[in-house]
């Protein structure tokens, strides 16, 4: 049995590739901080950029795997709807 990718549609594909690009910058700026030995709040705060940008990162990824597995027409069922809804909800808030 063949698994489906995610996500499905090339221009939400391209656009995960577009973070993904972002948070390798952000990485790469923490580890010129490093080499220049800069000021510990200023590599700190690189940090948690490239935290958030992984937090986000994460959170879409999962999204769209919670769309496409619990959310296709084979088990379209309100119930499971609800369900997966919520479990999106779930996602989003614990990694803001």
């Not at 391209?14 to 200023?42: F, H, P, Y």
């Not at 590599?43 to 990162?57: E, K, P």
């Not at 879409?60 to 919670?66: G, K, S, T």
């Amino acid at each position: 049995m063949e698994r489906e990718t995610m996500p499905s549609q090339s221009r939400e594909q391209q656009k995960l590739i577009a973070r993904v690009r972002r948070i390798r910058g952000q990485v790469d700026a923490i580890e010129r901080s490093l080499t220049d030995k800069e000021n510990c709040a200023d590599v700190l705060m690189l940090l948690a950029n490239v935290r958030g940008g992984i937090n986000s990162l994460m959170a879409e990824v999962l999204e769209d795997h919670i769309r496409l597995h619990m959310l296709s027409d084979e088990k379209g069922s309100t119930g499971s709807t609800e369900l997966a809804e919520d479990l999106i909800d779930l996602v989003r808030a614990y990694l803001k």
